[in-house]
């Protein structure tokens, strides 16, 4: 009788084990802050004051890739797709931005993103997300944006968005890194 208890205990030691690699697999995920040469070297949140483009790109189900829709990701994501905006940026303080999305004949809309000052990069406090419900159904989800300068003064921003997840014992994966690059029109 113990010899058919241990049989019945080796797929739950297997499916426990396989869960837990996934799990810390998953938190390994985070964004990296690539070495870059064209990198302009800060001291500080106010060399991101400034006037940037909110140009991106327009897919037959929306427009991405605008810098407007990639700040507002880390937090209460807004679909206003005017990628002819303009998007201030405004330091409040050592680990605050004021993020304002202006557009002729529309009013304007503010978020501000709080984050850390590190190695030249603004970087954003990440979102992240979890629903796990064991052996049924489970969620992930992190979401990360930093902002550098490049030396031309435009803006460099880095985002990972990273998802995964199981239903019963299947598991799923979704990387999507992106770069892109918004022109200053103006100090302000």
């Known amino acids: 009788m113990t ?5 019945n205990m080796k797929p739950l030691y297997f ?3 396989l869960i837990g690699i996934a799990l810390l697999t998953g938190c390994a995920a985070s964004l990296k802050q690539p070495q870059r040469t064209d990198m302009l070297q800060m001291k500080s ?3 991101f004051n400034g006037v940037y483009q909110n140009i991106g790109t327009t897919k037959s189900n929306g ?3 605008t810098l407007w829709y990639h700040l507002t990701s880390i937090g209460q994501t807004d679909t206003t797709t005017f990628p002819n905006a303009t998007i201030t940026l405004f330091a409040l303080d050592d680990e605050k931005i004021r ?3 202006e557009a002729k004949g ?3 809309k503010s978020i ?3 984050g850390k000052f590190k190695n030249g990069y603004f970087v954003a406090k990440p979102k992240r997300s979890a629903i796990p419900i064991p ?3 489970g969620e992930f989800k992190n979401r990360q944006v930093q902002l550098s300068l490049n030396q031309d003064n435009s803006l460099h921003l880095d985002q990972l968005h990273n998802e995964w997840g199981w239903v019963f014992l299947f598991l799923a994966n979704n990387d999507t890194n992106t770069f892109n690059n918004y022109q200053k029109i103006r100090e302000q």
Not at 3 to 7: A, E, G, I
Request: hydrophobic share 40%.
């Open 135 to 137: 052996l049924i159904y």
């Open 99 to 101: 993020a304002t999305w």
């Open 15 to 17: 499916l426990t084990i």
């Open 3 to 7: 010899d058919q208890n241990s049989l």
């Open 106 to 108: 529309n009013a304007s």
């Open 45 to 47: 949140l106010s060399a």
């Open 112 to 114: 501000e993103i709080k």
């Open 63 to 65: 427009t991405y890739n």
